[in-house]
């Protein structure tokens, strides 16, 4: 079996400040891992993914996430939140080859100004 | 880019309608797939499928069905909506090629309410 926890419901922030949302995985299998971001009344949209190359992976808007195997972890971060960044977050694991994908329960992330 | 459109952002029903979600893909992808999506509980899969006229179960098939007779056309089906069915459903497509690896993309949801 295998699974995604998000280790925060909801994260609040200033703005300029940095960014942690936390992501812990479980898998029998090497994974592929994502992170998506949610903004109000829309669909989710791809922030970035690991696929087994490089373990620092950057993606849109400033984002990165660093792929760590001893600690399970697949953690999102921002050097510094801007309020558009505002919206809920999700990450997501494919780990056993298949066609889906398993979701954490999401992060909400508040920047304050 | 990938357009995954979902037919209706806002939809109002009433209990025991049949009720029927469209989404439409524009990339040939092979996979589709239904969510539904709750305060607290993420998003849990319906539905997919991986080719014309093929569907697999998901993680909470009860209460719906779902037809694929074209390849970019993926319908979910409420055959007789209940009040425990009032949610957000969002639509998604991938490849089948190097599926494992690659996203999926999804839609903006429709919000459907049933009364």
């Known amino acids: 079996a295998q699974s995604v926890t998000q280790l925060d419901s909801h994260v609040s922030v200033s703005e300029g400040t940095p960014v942690l949302l936390r992501c812990n995985y479980s898998?029998?299998?090497?994974?592929?891992l994502f992170w998506y971001v949610q903004h109000p009344n829309k669909g989710l949209q791809l922030l970035l993914k690991?696929?087994?190359?490089?373990?620092l992976v950057k993606g849109i808007n400033g984002f990165e996430a660093e792929f760590k195997k001893s600690e399970t972890s697949f953690h999102l971060t921002k050097p510094s939140a801007h309020m558009s960044d505002a919206a809920e977050y999700f990450c997501?694991?494919?780990?056993?080859?298949?066609?889906?994908?398993?979701f954490g329960k999401g992060t909400k992330l508040s920047v304050i100004p | 880019d990938v357009k995954v459109t979902q037919s209706s952002r806002y939809l109002v029903k009433r209990t025991g309608e049949k009720v029927f979600l469209e989404c439409v893909q524009d990339?040939?992808?092979?996979?589709m797939f239904w969510y539904r999506q709750d305060p607290g509980l993420g998003l849990r899969l319906i539905y997919f499928?991986?080719?014309?006229?093929?569907?697999e179960k998901g993680d909470i098939p009860e209460g719906y069905s779902v037809s694929r007779e074209k390849k970019e056309r993926f319908s979910l089906i409420l055959e007789s909506a209940s009040t425990n069915q009032t949610s957000m459903y969002l639509c998604?497509?991938?490849?089948?090629?190097?599926?494992?690896?690659?996203?999926?993309?999804f839609g903006d949801g429709t919000r459907l309410s049933i009364l």
């Open positions: 998604a497509s991938s490849p089948m090629f190097g599926s494992r690896y690659q996203p999926q993309h």
């Open positions: 898998s029998s299998y090497s994974p592929s």
């Open positions: 690991y696929t087994s190359a490089a373990t």
């Open positions: 997501a694991l494919n780990g056993a080859g298949s066609y889906q994908l398993t």
């Open positions: 990339m040939d992808h092979e996979n």
């Open positions: 499928s991986y080719d014309v006229k093929m569907k």
